[in-house]
Nanobody, 124 residues
Framework: QVQLVESGGGLVQAGGSLRLSCAASGRTFSSYTMAWFRQAPGKEREFVAAITRGGSYTSYADSVKGRFTISRDNAKNTVYLQMNSLEPEDTAIFYC?????????????????WGQGTQVTVSS
């Protein structure tokens, strides 16, 4: 069992930056592929970024490439999402997720454990 707790969300102006963190419980954090998803009001949850167990490989949604960076610190059981050049369209609840597959999947069904989410609001 893995528990995930996100933090770092908030209100920011367009063009600004935020850094989300996701702290995981347990001693098996390094065995999980980690990902960030987001869900805007009235829309389905969508993939944002993912990172392999060791942190060597990453994957991003086209809409955030070049603006967002996912990273992890296995010693701290934490995964991060650095978000730069934020746009109003990035407004959503951001969720952290952990999956057992070694493959970087964009599908939410590939991830077993989910956090409660953190709200990101970008004003224009």
């Amino acid at each position: 069992q893995v528990q995930l707790v996100e933090s770092g969300g908030g209100l920011v102006q367009a063009g600004g930056s935020l850094r989300l963190s996701c702290a995981a419980s347990g001693r098996t954090f390094s065995s999980y592929t980690m990902a960030w998803f987001r869900q805007a009001p009235g829309k389905e949850r969508e993939f944002v970024a993912a990172i392999t167990r060791g942190g060597s490989y990453t994957s991003y949604a086209d809409s955030v490439k070049g603006r967002f960076t996912i990273s992890r610190d296995n010693a701290k059981n934490t995964v991060y999402l650095q978000m730069n050049s934020l746009e109003p369209e990035d407004t959503a609840i951001f969720y952290c997720a952990a999956g057992g597959s070694a493959v970087l999947s964009t599908r939410n069904t590939a991830y077993v454990y989910w956090g409660q989410g953190t709200q990101v609001t970008v004003s224009s």
